[in-house]
């Protein structure tokens, strides 16, 4: 009987790194799926390719993007936004593999937020010298969700702050298979990747795919 009493102490415990409140990085999570992942992305990016969207602001942005899911996430001359079709196809975009979902719930209820829906998954991709500067993620509809983003591939430092720009973001390097959950006072949160470093990777060879889930419409 004894045993069992500490069947679950002994349990090994998924490590999980604090970032802030409401923020956690969860090493690994995502490890044992990343092979599978892999798969779906290339099946989802055969029918919406990646492609480097323009902002506003005339830039083009070094990240290669597409989505899955009901929406996606888009920019323009015209300004941010969720759309239901890709621009690019004028078709919806490819649905979001089922896996996936069950994938970022767990990974959100683990950082504390039960039932997490998404209804878009954003799919970067960075290739040695592709970066995202300091941003918050704010055009969903509201921001009780969390975003869980799924970091596969080459290692990348992710610049996590808080809800002022002028704060210093800390740094936390991210590597196959690491899940990072933000979302309550942690929601409105500047992120940003350090440009990537060269490398090889023996899934994704000079690449890092990043996924990140959000509940948007
Ligand atoms: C994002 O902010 O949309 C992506 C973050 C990342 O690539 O880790
Ligand atoms: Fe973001």
Not at 168 to 173: A, T, V
Request: net charge negative; proline share 8%.
């Amino acid at each position: 009987m004894t045993a069992n009493l500490f069947e679950d102490i002994d349990a090994p415990e998924p490590a999980r790194e604090p970032l802030a409140p409401g923020a956690v990085l969860l090493r690994g999570f995502a490890c044992e799926v990343a092979g599978e992942i892999l798969e779906a992305v290339n099946g989802v990016l055969a029918q919406a390719p990646l492609r480097h969207l323009v902002t506003p602001g005339g830039y083009t942005m070094s990240v290669a993007m597409s989505n899955c899911g009901p929406l996606g996430w888009v920019s323009d001359r015209r300004g941010y936004r969720y759309d239901a079709l890709d621009p690019l196809s004028g078709q919806p975009w490819p649905a979001m593999p089922e896996r996936w979902k069950a994938l970022a719930a767990r990974a959100a209820a683990q950082a504390g937020f039960e039932g997490f829906e998404p209804d878009a998954c954003l799919i970067n991709q960075y290739l040695p010298g592709s970066k995202l500067s300091l941003h918050q993620d704010r055009d969903e509809h509201d921001f009780s969700a969390p975003i869980v983003s799924v970091s596969l591939g080459l290692p990348a430092v992710f610049l996590f702050g808080s809800e002022r720009r002028t704060d210093r973001p800390q740094r936390y390097c991210l590597q196959h298979g690491d899940v990072v959950v933000w979302g309550g006072a942690s929601r409105l949160a500047f992120h940003g990747v350090a440009p990537l470093a060269d490398g090889e990777h023996s899934l994704l060879g000079q690449r890092r795919i990043n996924l990140t889930f959000r509940r948007a419409g």
